[in-house]
Nanobody, 119 residues
């Protein structure tokens, strides 16, 4: 059974940095894609960053140059490094992963972690 456990959220001042972690119960290389989404109050959930084995990461325009996604294959962890944080980055951040399982594409989600950026 796949489980995703997030950590690293918290309160940070504008211009600061924060690193989110997503620990998977299975090999991160078993997923076709992994990524981070976020949802701010009153707004729809949006894709922030994604990564696939053997491919370059993708980022939303709003975080390009500030955020980076990376993978620790040995420890089954995906990170989201967030630099130059802005108040508009405040949201609940969710880790997700997807893969094909017996001809069905399955998606898994973490519980979410709160990130608050003060001005």
């Amino acid at each position: 059974q796949v489980q995703l456990v997030e950590s690293g959220g918290g309160l940070v001042q504008a211009g600061g940095s924060l690193r989110l972690s997503c620990a998977a119960s299975v090999s991160v290389l078993s997923f076709n894609a992994m990524g981070w989404h976020r949802q701010a109050p009153g707004k729809q959930r949006e894709l922030v960053a994604s990564i696939r084995p053997g491919a370059n990461p993708n980022y939303s325009d709003s975080v390009k140059g500030r955020f980076s996604i990376s993978r620790d294959n040995a420890n089954n962890i995906v990170y989201l490094q967030m630099n130059s944080l802005k108040p508009e980055d405040t949201a609940v951040y969710y880790c997700n992963a997807g893969r094909w399982e017996k001809l069905q594409f399955r998606e898994y989600w973490g519980q979410g972690t709160q990130v608050t950026v003060s001005s």
